[in-house]
């Protein structure tokens, strides 16, 4: 489990409580869905983040559109590339105001895939500071930018990657900066596990 300090630094130590875990209540289910196993499960985040129910569950090529870099142009280009399906997940911790979006999204092939991620890092290089990132999936990008564009607080992280015919988006947003490798040990997480799924 990675805790929201890890994610988020100037939010306390180690030895924050609100980094705890609470056992007497139990963990949330994600709703259903046909990808809903390969994104982040809330036991495999903070008990603090919790998941934004209106904001997670299987989203069409529209919805998923505007997780992009470019909301308009992703649509076309999710449909050109052979879009199949998708799953988003959304958290959010209120004590820190950090939010965790997960995106997955298989293709119909791996060159679809290939194709949609090569054209949403050449998009995103235009909303902030490109940082490489190695051994993630086949391909990988980074981008670490400002949470909004209209205020100079707050910071957001974004990780894009592909596996075969299926890409994922991981983005970390808070008030104040966020952990860099935080964000890239919680999608080393999730590929662990369904490597070992596989």
Known sequence: MLTAVALVTGCGGADDPRAQPTPSLPLPTLPAGDLNDRVLQPAEVSRNLVPIAANTGTRDIKAVSAFYADAKAAEKQLQKNGFQASYVVQYADPS??????????????????????????TSARKTGAVFPVTG???????????????????????????????????????????AQDGVRKLADQLMTRLSKEA
């Open 96 to 121: 820190t105001n950090a939010v965790v979006t997960n995106v997955v999204t298989k293709f119909a092939t791996a060159a679809g895939a290939k194709g949609d991620l090569t054209a949403d890092l």
């Open 136 to 178: 993630l999936g086949d391909e990988a990008g980074g981008v670490r930018s400002k949470r909004d564009k209209n205020s100079p607080e707050g910071s957001l992280v974004t990780l894009r990657w592909r596996s075969g015919d299926t890409t994922w988006l991981l983005a970390v947003s808070a008030s104040t900066l966020v």
